[in-house]
Structures are given as C-alpha cells and as structure tokens.
C-alpha cells in the first residue's frame, strides 16, 4: 500500500482479562489517530501482540501467532509488548527480523505512539524506523498502568474497568508478579468518574478487573469499599467481581457482594484443595478459607455462580493431595473451574521444586477435575430453566430468524452464556429472557431463552 493511505493496524491479545483491557484502549486510542483497524490476515502494516508469561505454552502460542501473522503480512511491522516481553525481550525480539519490543510496564507508551505512527504512514516514512524511534525514546519514561480508559472511541455491552495491577504476594509458581511488579490502585474518585462514563454511555455491566482485586487499596479504601462506592453511586449500572481471594472474602467483602448491584458471581483463586500444597505454593489460606468464602457467598446471595483457578502437578503434589483437591471441589460445588496444569516458570521458585509430577499423571488430573467442573455447570444450568433470568446481549448476532426479530447471545447476571431468540432488531443492552432449554451443546451458549 502507498503513502497518503491510512495505517492499518492488527491486534493480537494472549492471556488474562486486563490484557484484554489494555488491548481495547491501545485499539480505540489508533482508531481515533486515524488509523484502520484490521484483523490479521487483512494486510496490515503494524500488528500489535500483546503477549503472557503465566504458561510456557502461552509463550509458545505467541512466538507461532507472531511467525504466522508476519508470513501473512511480510512488508508488516510487529510491535511487541506485554508480561512475556517485560521478562523476555530478546526471545521475542529473535522471532523476526521487523520486530520491536516494548516491556509490557511501558505497554502505556504504545497509545502515545498513536498519532506519530499515523503520521509516519501517511508521510510515507519507514513505519520500523519511526516505531523503533518512539520505543527508544519511550523506554526511559515512567509507567502509567491506569492509561487504560475503556470505550475512548465505542463502548461494548460488557465492558472491564481496571481498577488494580500488580501484586504483593509472591507465589512460589507465578512469573505473573515478576511482569507486572507490586500491587497499584486506581483511586477510588477516578474509578467512580471513569464508571459513571461508561453507564452514561449507555453500558450496562461493568467488570472491575485487576491483577488481585483483593489487594485493592488507595486513599485508605479497600475493594469492598469500592465496590459500595461504585454500585451506589452508579446505580444503573452493574458490576462484576472478577475474581477474588479466598481468605479476603471476608465480612466486609460480603456485606459489599450482597448488595444487588452486583451480579451473583464469584471466581475464587483456590489454586488445590490440599493444604500442604497450598503451602508449598505460598498461598496464605488453607481449603477451610476457601470452603468458608463459597458457602459465605450462598449464604448472602440466592444460590451465586461460583467458580474456581485449581492447578494440578505442581511439584511434590501426591494422590492424597490430588483427592484433597477433588474432595474440595465436591463440597464446594463449583459451576464453573478453570483447570490448568502445572507449568514451570524460570525465575519463580517453583521452578526448581522436585519431585516433578509426570506430564500423563497431571493430564489426567486435569481431566478429573474438567470433568467435575462440566458436571458442575450443566446442574447450575439445568437449575435455571424455566426462569427468568437478567442478561446482557453481546454485540453482534445472527441473521434474523423471527420476522423483525433476531438470535443473539447474551452473558447472563450469574455468568451463563445464553442463546435469546426473539430479540428486536437493534436492540443493545440489558434484558430479561425466559430460560426454555438447555443449548445444543456446540459451545457458544450454555442456554436457550425466549426474549421478553
């Protein structure tokens, strides 16, 4: 493409939820420079990845997204940033030759390249020269982790506000603290102002998202001081907790879940069931805190969706153990788990723990514990139908099915993805739908629901 053209940039955004946050403003900050936003494999002049450490494997799917989307666009420039590039720059600096490395605790200073890279397109300048230029410039700078404002140029139907970054602890498994230093708060005033944008923008649920919400902390509030804070000042909105530490899901925090702005769902970071486990990872809570945070959030909502983070093989994790974990999960009942398999991280110290539990026997764990969590969520959802339940219809859908009407999908108050038919044509927000069946199992919904 020649000059006089404007920059067509790609995303490509791997691991958690505040990734997913920073790429969205990076994204909305070029396309009001006036840059095109373009998939992948459109042709783009500059491709963005926004990469994670938490797995070797996450690591591994970078490097290979990043050679594929080059061999696909070979006069593009890549720019490289996120926890992987903080602790690895010169590993993904290697993969190809146009390729420039930004440390994700600069991953800031990408959107105030913005209009700079524009220009450069359309002066017709050497776009790996001028990035390489504002990189250089950039690298002496100080971070910014709140730069990230959703929604500068559209806002989404869920939208995820960043109210935290870092963290304090010090697992003994995670690269994740490494990355992203120690814990930072958003204050309080301005996570409010940014909130209220967004509701007056029309959004109606908001996902308070962070690195460890429960190490919130700025001007002397606590994140269940934010949470009143914000549901009682936004009140048309609706906020949902991201997830949370077991032992901090204490008094204050329930008496802050309870509040009916806030959607009945909790994602607890139980990591094992086992307490020597525990121990090892440098959690600072046992099975009995996680067990007492479950049954304490039933106890002040209507039967909540409750999920879970649990590792399995992690060094020295015995059959005993293991069965201490299953042993949890069938008492805490949750819908939802999100099961992964030990991965050793260099610079953590459980990089060097032994004995090392075989790849199969931690494959299989997995499985067990996929297994109780599918189980898990098919109850939770069978529980539902025939009611009438409060969700959000996601952004897009099918063609129309109902005459004026059409399908969405929708993400219900209690984290179920739900088929809605009969949607009016335009129609953006919050509804309310009557469950009529389970889905047909194909995976873009748990649910099938008539519009009402």
Not at 53 to 69: D, F, G, I
Not at 188 to 194: C, G, I, K, M
Not at 242 to 263: H, I, N, Q, T, W
Request: proline share 5%; glycine share 10%; net charge neutral.
């Amino acid at each position: 493409m020649g000059a006089n053209e404007a920059l067509r940039v790609a995303f490509r955004t791997f691991g958690c939820k505040l990734n997913q946050v920073e790429t969205e403003t990076l994204a909305a900050r070029f396309e009001v420079a006036g840059a095109s936003i373009v998939g992948p494999d459109d042709g783009a002049d500059l491709v963005v990845f926004n990469t994670c450490t938490v797995t070797s494997k996450a690591e591994q799917k970078a490097r290979r997204e990043m050679r594929l989307a080059l061999r696909r666009n070979p006069d593009a420039v890549a720019a490289v940033t996120g926890c992987y590039a903080e602790l690895d720059p010169e590993a993904l600096a290697a993969v190809a030759p146009r390729t420039v490395v930004l440390p994700g605790s600069r991953k800031d200073a990408l959107g105030g390249m913005a209009e700079a890279l524009v220009a450069a397109r359309l002066e017709g300048l050497d776009l790996l020269d001028e990035l390489r230029r504002l990189a250089a410039a950039a690298s002496g700078g100080l971070p910014d982790p709140f730069s990230f404002v959703p929604g500068e140029a559209r806002f989404r139907s869920r939208v995820q506000l960043k109210v935290q970054d870092g963290c304090d602890n010090r697992c003994a498994y995670c690269r994740v603290c490494l990355a992203r230093g120690r814990s930072v708060s958003l204050d309080p005033d301005e996570a409010l102002r940014r909130a209220t944008s967004l509701a007056a923008a029309g959004v109606p649920e908001i996902v308070l998202t962070g690195v460890n919400l429960s190490q919130y902390r700025s001007g002397g509030v606590g994140f269940p001081g934010l949470l009143e804070l914000l549901v009682r000042g936004v009140p048309s909105a609706a906020f949902r907790v991201s997830s949370y530490e077991p032992d901090r899901a204490d008094a204050a925090f329930m008496g802050a879940f309870s509040l009916p702005g806030v959607r009945p769902h909790l994602h607890l970071s139980a990591q094992s069931g086992s307490d020597r486990v525990l121990r090892a990872m440098g959690r600072r809570y046992g099975r009995d805190d996680v067990l007492r945070a479950a049954e304490a959030a039933r106890s002040v909502r209507d039967d909540p969706f409750l999920g879970a983070d649990i590792i399995v093989g992690f060094p020295g994790e015995s059959d005993d153990d293991f069965r201490d974990t299953v042993g949890l999960l069938e008492l805490m009942r949750p819908a939802w788990v999100h099961a992964f398999t030990f991965s050793p991280r260099p610079g953590t110290r459980a990089f060097d723990m032994k004995p090392r539990v075989p790849e199969r026997v931690a494959v299989e764990r997995a499985a067990v514990v996929q297994a109780i969590a599918d189980r898990g969520k098919l109850e939770f959802a069978r529980s539902r139908i025939g009611k009438t339940l409060v969700a959000v219809v996601e952004d897009g859908g099918d063609e129309a099915v109902l005459g004026d009407a059409r399908r969405v999908f929708a993400t219900s108050a209690e984290y179920l993805k739900l088929e809605v038919r009969g949607v009016p044509a335009g129609f953006h927000g919050s509804c309310a739908c009557r469950v009529i069946g389970l889905s047909d199992g194909d995976g873009s919904a748990d649910l099938v629901s008539i519009f009402i």
